[in-house]
């Protein structure tokens, strides 16, 4: 089976050099905000496994990371309900939580993950998204601290982002091609 070239899985949205280097100028920007004291960086998985991986590299090496896998997409639409974030947990009694989250769409899970992590007794709670779509957010979403990128409303993949499970291995981030989404699913 022939390999798809990464031009036939969509247009490129963000280059690898691009993102390394917002990546690098995040993780100076997050350490020299949290230099006074210690945080939780908690990546959420599957789609910030990368940017989770590579933001931590740029942090002191004592940073604690903690993962939670919560999912809300099924093909290419959000269904506004993330799954899984009840049966997460964690030590987080008076602790400040750094949420760090692939990308913001509709905002319901930060919202989510942010509720629970306050039941979990988080002291503060902030956020940080790789990529922000530019569309309304339902009222009282949580506004990222961070954002490395702004982006139309479109579906994209790479760098961690998937369309049912694939090219989540990526390291650019592309518009998933007009009609790619109906061949493979």
């Known amino acids: ?3 798809k070239r990464e031009s036939e899985i969509g247009g490129l949205l963000l280059s690898e050099d691009v993102i390394r280097e917002r990546v690098r100028a ?7 905000a949290y230099s006074a004291g210690s945080f939780v960086l908690l990546g959420l998985l599957n789609g ?3 940017f989770t991986a590579d933001l931590l590299r740029e942090l002191p090496p004592e940073t604690e990371v903690v993962f939670w896998r919560v999912k809300s997409y099924r093909g290419t639409v959000s269904t506004g309900i993330p799954e899984g974030v009840e049966a997460e947990g964690g030590e987080f009694i008076g602790r400040t939580v750094l949420v760090v989250d692939d990308i913001l769409d509709s905002g319901c899970t930060l919202s989510a993950v942010e509720r629970r992590l306050r039941e979990l007794g988080a002291c503060a709670v902030d956020h940080c998204v790789l990529l922000s779509k530019q569309r ?6 949580p506004l990222p601290r961070w954002i490395g990128f702004e982006i139309p409303d479109r579906f994209v993949v790479g760098y961690g982002l998937d369309y049912n499970g694939r090219y989540r291995g990526l390291r650019s981030i592309r518009v998933l091609a007009e009609g790619e989404a109906i061949r493979e699913g």
């Open 48 to 50: 910030s496994l990368l």
């Open 136 to 141: 309304p957010r339902l009222p009282g979403t």
């Open 1 to 3: 089976m022939r390999e």
């Open 26 to 32: 995040l993780g100076t920007e997050i350490g020299t």
